[in-house]
């Protein structure tokens, strides 16, 4: 018995030690003396000054920033059960930060953090279900994991249980359910889970249409810089749905989805110079935009770009340029394209018989 009190008191007095050298790593980092805080926390097994000394070598705070010590230190912690550990190292192999790029290690500590209720890798141990990385593709896996998610609040995870209940992925279809979830994660600022709820109430998906609803959360979306909900909001101020009509507006919205590349946008803001419609008519800024969409293959704007360089005032008039674009529209099965192409070819607006093939 006394042998037994003995060694109890000697493991409460190491946990004591290691949680002081914790506490003076700390109050040294707080002062930003970085080196006297490296030497506690080496000198501790507590799973907070692993941590810690794992953070720095991650970040490169007051030692050169080294993912391999970062992993050596994340991986003490883990095999002591730290779940902030067990996460990061499954993140460290999912980004082959300092280690080869090993999703099944990935998967396997993501697993580990999850079982101890760590929200963020039962998030992304969704993710690998869902796209079979490291695992074998299982969406009921993968409903499984994010409903855990979801369940603690996380706003990632409910947006996506939504999105799997609206495709019937790994369960049956529930649009209701999805409206509840998308509502939950919208309600917390997901942009996504904001943008996809608009379009339920734009369209009476699960929920009477509304289009005040649609336009409220796709502002919410849109000013989180979400290129979709950017797009529609502007569609939305085009015709006057859920607001006054505003063609200004609407070519605002159009012009930040379109600088994110969003192709319909683009287009769009094409049309709106090309007609002056909420902005100055100018055919120079019509052409910026159409060729940005007609390069991601949309053949509206290759249509728009053949008829400003086929109708065009003389310095932008260039038929070998209307030939080109009206091809390619026309290879999309655009009818008038190739109505107008043949136009070109029959009386010969400069562009040469070969051109045709």
């Known amino acids: 018995m006394i042998k037994l009190l003995s060694i109890l008191i ?25 080196k006297a805080a490296i030497s ?5 097994t507590d799973v907070k000054s692993l941590n810690a000394l794992a953070k720095l070598y991650r970040l490169g705070e007051g030692v050169p920033s080294d993912n ?86 996380n706003a990632k995870a409910q947006y996506n249980l939504g999105l799997m209940h609206i495709l019937g992925l790994g369960t049956l279809k529930d649009i209701r359910q999805a409206v509840e979830l998308f509502a939950k994660s919208a309600d917390q ?3 996504d889970a904001q943008s996809y709820l608009a379009l339920m109430y734009l369209n009476g998906i699960g929920v009477l249409k509304d289009y005040k ?31 006054l009509k505003n063609d200004k507006q609407a070519a605002k919205w159009f012009e930040k989805a379109a600088d994110q590349g969003n192709a319909d946008a683009q287009y769009n803001l094409g049309l709106m110079y090309e007609l002056g419609g909420g902005v100055l008519k100018n055919d120079k800024q019509a052409i910026k ?22 109708n065009g005032l003389s310095e932008l008039k260039d038929y070998k340029q209307a030939a080109k674009w009206f091809k390619k529209a026309a290879d999309q099965g655009d009818t008038i394209a190739q109505y107008n192409l043949d136009l070109i070819y029959e009386f010969d607006k400069g562009v040469l018989k070969s051109d045709k093939h």
């Open 40 to 44: 506690e926390w080496k000198l501790s």
């Open 289 to 310: 935009w159409y060729l940005k969409a007609a390069n991601q293959g949309d053949d509206r704007a290759q249509f728009h770009l053949g008829l400003i360089y086929g």
């Open 213 to 243: 609803e649609a336009i409220k959360w796709y502002r919410k979306a849109a000013n989180q810089g979400n290129a979709k909900a950017q797009y529609n909001l502007a569609v939305m101020y085009s015709l006057g749905q859920g607001t």
């Open 68 to 153: 391999q010590e970062a992993f050596k230190w994340y991986r003490k912690a883990a095999t002591l059960g730290s779940t902030k550990a067990q996460f990061n190292l499954g993140l460290i192999y999912f980004n082959g930060d300092g280690v080869l790029k090993d999703y099944k290690k990935a998967a396997k500590w993501y697993r580990k953090a999850a079982n101890q209720g760590n929200v963020r890798a039962q998030y992304n141990l969704g993710i690998m279900y869902d796209y079979g990385q490291g695992v074998l593709k299982d969406y009921k896996e993968a409903i499984k994991w994010y409903r855990k998610a979801a369940n603690q609040g």
């Open 10 to 34: 000697l493991s409460t007095s190491l946990i004591g030690v290691s949680y002081a050298d914790y506490q003076d790593g700390l109050n040294a980092y707080s002062k930003s003396d970085y």
């Open 189 to 191: 600022g997901d942009a």
